[in-house]
Structure formats: structure tokens, C-alpha cells
DNA sequence: GTCTATATCGGGATAGAC
DNA sequence: GTCTATCCCGATATAGAC
């Protein structure tokens, strides 16, 4: 969205937030239009329809989130590195925009065919790029996995769980619970114990 | 649900099948009766309204996931195996109802104010199961974690992930995947790399 | 660019026959 | 226990005035 708030982007973010408090079904125009200080028909000068409004706020995010990740890794060669930033930015940015990866990650069932399927298309670009970092730390044997596919899901599953219950305003900053996150996704729960630490000395 | 199938049982079954599908707010009772094979107002004579059958099913969902993870892990008294026991029991019990977990999962934001209320207070009672395993691992110096209550969200955030995605005639049984996830989370991705071994060899 | 008024449709729920 | 018929409401979307 660009910088300038107009009614336009008033109506986006509102939408994403109605969206995610009431489900993209249950949030009627009337609703969205109220918390955007207009009347029910004035949001059809601006969108087209319900569905466009949803289909907008899904591209906007996944298109963020593939530009940003890139963004973010493009330094570093170390693939636990890469690793440690994608899933900072990751967790991050589903702090920022909380409203709008929510919608993204919940409301994928109420997108049209045609839109469904260019936003499964740019999910999968995302996926590939966590796919592509595991598979070189395995390469480098810096990691190791099993299951390419399946510890990538985990990994973006777990991570995206933070926006669901992550408080602004509460006593933990973001940065320390993304680096929580990192260190549980390369060394467990067990990794880090003492006998492991005592054996890693040596 | 008792184990002859009533018409009652086969409304509840379908009802998940299509609040999964669709959402429950883009399902419809007319819908729900034609697949349960009969007419929208007979389903009335079974259950006093939607509300209700949502309610039923995360109602259902939560019981069975509270009391038998109790079952599973009761003869168990190391941590790490009560949570090997529990890891396991979760990810195949959401494979089992896929269905169920999935709306009980999703639709919190469906009920009604008090409905809303009893379930929150099932999913706490549920998630303390976990909390309390990985306190007790603490407690041994078996695990080490720095903060149990995103450990286990995230936990069983990522645990619950498994049934978006698996499929049941897919190659991998579910026994390997759960078995993919208590390694994951318990060593990680470096963990169990060979530098790792090596030194716990000594 | 926003308003009011309205067309049109579909869904939850009820009543009463069989 | 299931059917048909229907009430009632609220939602998306459109038309035309200001």
C-alpha cells in the first residue's frame, strides 16, 4: 500500500482486521464499511467486490512476504544464518502485519477458483525458499533431516502460530520470541542440555 | 458418538466434513441435509440449531483429546517418554477425526459467547497436559527450555499442522511422521548432526 | 466520492401434514 | 422421522441523486 492513507487503503486495512475477527463470511460490507467511517454502497467505488477485497490483502501479503524473505537472506552464504534471518523476518513480519497474514494464512477456502489458485502459486514460490535452505544445510551437513517437505511445513506452521497469540503490548519483544523460535527449530528441546553441551566441548 | 451410525451421527460427521470444507458460516443446512440424505427442516428434529452441532462437534473433539492423552502417556513416568507418547497420540488422533480437529481448530471464532467460553477452558485444561511434561523435563535436566509456554504452543502448533496436509494414501504412514516430529522437536535440525554424535560418543 | 433507496437472493428456523 | 411450504431477515450489489 502506499504511503498516503487514503480511504481506499482506510477500507483495506479494516477489511483485513474485520476479516480476521470474524472470518471473512461472517464480516458483511455494511461492517467494513462502518469502521471505515463510509456507507454501505461507497465501497464499490473503490473495489469491485467482497472478493476482490480478499484476493487484494492475500496478494499484497504473499508478494511482501516472497520480495522481503529474499531481501533478507541475500547477504549471507552460511545456510544456518539464512536460515536464522528467514525465520526472524518471517515471525516478524507476521507481527507487523497481523491482520493481513492472518486473512492470508486462514481464508484461503473462501478465495474464488482462479484467485485460489495464483495465491497457491505464490505460496509455494515461499515454501521453496525455506525447502532450498534446509536442502543446502543438509549439503553442507551443518544440518540434518529427514524430511525436507515435512520439517519445512513444521517449521512455517510453528512460526506463523506466533501472530495467533503474540501481544504487542506485552512483556516479551518479538525479537526475543523469533529467537526462541530459532534456536527450538535447530536444537530442540534436548539439544541444548548439559550433557550435550559437556559433550560438545570436547 | 455411539457406534451405531444414527442419522443423528451421520448429520454430526458431515456437518465437520463441510464446516472444514467450506467454513461454517459458508455452509448451509440445506447443503448439510442433502449430503446427510435428507431435507432441511429434518434436521431440526436432531439438533436445535447450527450452533448446536458446532458446538457438538468441538464439544466431542475436545473431550477425547483431553482424556485420551491422560490414557496414553498414565503408565509413563520419564518425561521424555510421556512426550514421545503424547506427540504421537496428538498428531494420529488428528489424522483419526481429521475432520473434527479441523473445525475444533478453525472455528473458535463461530461460537456463541458461552459456547466460546466451555471450549477455551477444554483447550487449557488441554494444553497444561503439555506444559507440565515439558515442566517435569525440565525439572530432570532431561530438556532444557527457556520458555514453556511458547514451547508448547508452538509445539502443538506445529503437531496440529499435520493433518492440513497429510494424506492417508499418500506412501509415509503416520506412524513416521509423528515419529519425523518427537525427533524434530526434541533434537532439532542440528542436533543430531554427526559433529553432535560424535561428541555425545565420548 | 459519498449518499439513499432498492432489487435480488439465499439462509436459518418454524409449522403442520403424513 | 421426514416432508413441503413459508416466514423473516440480512447480505451483496446496483442505480441514480447530490
Known amino acids: 500500500m502506499p504511503a498516503i492513507t487514503s480511504r481506499k487503503e482506510i477500507i483495506f486495512r479494516e ?28 465501497i464499490y467505488h473503490h473495489y469491485s467486490s467482497k472478493q476482490e477485497i480478499l484476493y487484494l490483502i492475500m496478494e499484497y501479503t504473499m508478494t511482501n512476504l516472497i520480495n522481503r524473505v529474499q531481501l ?14 528467514a525465520i526472524t523476518f ?7 502485519d497481523t491482520n493481513e497474514t492472518y486473512v492470508t494464512d486462514a481464508e484461503l477456502r473462501s478465495l474464488d477458483v482462479e484467485n485460489y489458485k495464483k495465491i497457491v502459486k505464490m505460496r509455494n ?3 521453496k525458499i525455506y525447502r532450498d535452505i534446509l ?3 543438509n549439503a553442507t551437513e551443518q544440518m ?5 517437505k515435512t520439517a519445512s511445513r513444521a517449521l512455517l506452521q510453528m512460526c506463523t502460530g506466533v501472530s495467533y ?24 528441546i534436548c539439544g541444548k542440555t ?3 553441551q559437556a559433550a560438545l566441548q570436547n
Open 194 to 196: 548439559g550433557a550435550v
Open 72 to 85: 533478507a537472506i541475500k547477504d549471507e552464504t552460511d545456510p544456518l544464518q539464512k536460515l536464522r534471518k
Open 135 to 137: 536442502l543446502e544445510g
Open 90 to 96: 518471517h515471525i516478524e513480519y507476521h507481527t507487523i
Open 144 to 148: 540434518r533431516i529427514d524430511n525436507i
Open 15 to 42: 477489511a483485513a482486521r474485520l476479516f480476521k475477527e470474524k472470518g471473512y463470511n461472517s464480516s458483511t460490507l455494511r461492517g467494513l464499511a462502518n469502521k471505515a467511517g463510509i456507507k454501505g454502497g461507497s
Open 125 to 127: 514460490t515461499y515454501e
Open 165 to 188: 497469540w503474540f501481544n504487542p503490548n506485552g512483556k516479551q519483544p518479538i525479537s526475543q520470541i523469533a529467537e526462541n523460535y530459532v534456536e527450538l527449530f535447530l536444537w530442540g
